[in-house]
């Protein structure tokens, strides 16, 4: 669950049907036991590939997962392994075949207990995990490239934003049943009126081949492994500057709002994540900027949701949280380190807002 969620009623949605035509139109343990039982979620049943009206039947990988125990081979090689832990992040780390230990870093991704990680495997199929002291490390290795195929209902046409174009959920593949836990929506939506936008970097690899995987393993980690139950981000962007749908927001209305304008929160900035939308640039960040295509991108993404919600992108405000009334200065576009420490979303990348805002405002 996210942590600035209130005991409110929310809107009631159907849960597994979505809005891309609405849009067209208008995410060894060494000292610890290894839990992977938590990381169980229910298989969804097989889409049909008879195609819903204005959509196209669209294969994608199905997510697989599994976790190892020392050395023992997985069934898949793994793209990425998911770690969390409870305890002090000193001293965790993980190691792949022929590798040495390479620490455990959080990323993006905070939380408040111990540390998480979302870790480039490089096609392993094996790994070991250490976090000296901790109570309890789980891991889960995940594929999203290889798996069988799995069918969905994709928009026939494109879908826009005022005219920014987006790939909606069912266009990269969120498997929608990773919402849910014991037959429940485990985050149900809530919604609260915009106010800052918070760009991060994902710490994943630079050039990534295959994004669409990426997010789909985002969305697992961040919906499964921390048990947040949707991908953390409103929008996410690739190399290439293609903008991906993020967490749910119900079936109908604009992507992230619901009708009435309101902000659907995420999970991507702990302790200030309701009215604060976020965007997470796919890669690392820190040393090199982001493409050409990137950056393009999210500043227009952020001029049309400024535009559309009244917000000045070059100004500064005083976020006031909505479920518990703390409050933060900020720049109305923000960074995540200027909520809380972490790097993300990387030096460069944090360094070129100061070009992002004015450009966002003309």
């Known amino acids: 669950m996210f942590e600035d969620s209130p005991s409110v009623s929310h809107r009631k949605k159907k849960p597994l049907s979505r809005r891309g035509v609405i849009g067209a139109a208008g995410a060894v343990a060494a000292g610890a036991a290894l839990t992977p039982a938590v990381f169980a979620a229910t298989e969804s049943d097989t889409p049909t590939t008879d195609a819903e009206p204005g959509t196209t039947p669209e294969a994608f990988p199905a997510t697989r997962t599994a976790a190892a125990t020392g050395t023992d081979s997985l069934p898949f090689a793994a793209s990425y392994v998911a770690v969390r832990w409870t305890g002090a992040q000193d001293g965790a780390g993980i190691r792949f075949p022929d590798g040495s230990w390479q620490p455990l870093t959080p990323g993006c991704a905070t939380v408040e207990d111990g540390g998480t990680a979302l870790v480039p495997a490089g096609a392993a199929t094996s790994y070991e995990v250490k976090a000296p002291g901790a109570k309890r490390v789980r891991s889960l290795a995940i594929d999203c490239a290889d798996g069988p195929d799995r069918t969905f209902h994709v928009p026939s046409q494109p879908t826009r934003i005022r005219g920014v174009r987006y790939l909606s959920r069912p266009a990269w593949g969120a498997d929608e049943s990773k919402r849910y836990k014991d037959g429940q929506v485990n985050s149900p939506e809530q919604y609260y009126p915009l106010q800052t936008i918070t760009v991060h970097h994902t710490a994943t690899p630079n050039a990534d081949p295959d994004p669409a995987a990426t997010v789909r393993s985002i969305y697992?980690?961040?919906?499964?492994?921390?048990?947040?139950?949707?991908?953390?981000?409103?929008?996410?962007?690739?190399?290439?500057g293609v903008i991906y749908e993020g967490r749910?927001?119900?079936?109908?209305?604009?992507?992230?709002?619901?009708?009435?304008?309101?902000?659907?929160?995420?999970?991507?900035?702990?302790?200030?994540?309701?009215?604060?939308?976020?965007?997470?640039?796919?890669?690392?960040?820190?040393?090199?900027?982001?493409?050409?295509?990137?950056?393009?991108?999210?500043?227009?993404?952020?001029?049309?949701?400024?535009?559309?919600?009244?917000?000045?992108?070059?100004?500064?405000?005083?976020?006031?949280?909505?479920?518990?009334?703390?409050?933060?200065?900020?720049?109305?576009?923000?960074?995540?380190?200027?909520?809380?420490?972490?790097?993300?979303?990387?030096?460069?990348?944090?360094?070129l807002l100061t070009e992002i805002r004015p450009a966002a405002a003309r």
């Open 248 to 351: 749910y927001s119900g079936d109908d209305g604009i992507p992230a709002f619901d009708p009435d304008g309101k902000l659907v929160t995420a999970f991507h900035t702990a302790g200030f994540n309701s009215g604060n939308l976020g965007i997470a640039l796919l890669g690392t960040l820190s040393d090199q900027g982001p493409t050409h295509a990137a950056k393009r991108s999210l500043t227009r993404l952020i001029k049309v949701i400024a535009r559309i919600n009244g917000l000045d992108p070059r100004a500064n405000t005083t976020f006031v949280n909505p479920v518990n009334g703390v409050t933060k200065d900020v720049p109305v576009v923000s960074g995540h380190r200027d909520w809380l420490q972490t790097e993300c979303p990387g030096r460069t990348m944090y360094d």
């Open 220 to 240: 697992e980690f961040h919906a499964i492994t921390n048990d947040w139950g949707d991908i953390g981000y409103h929008f996410l962007i690739d190399e290439a």
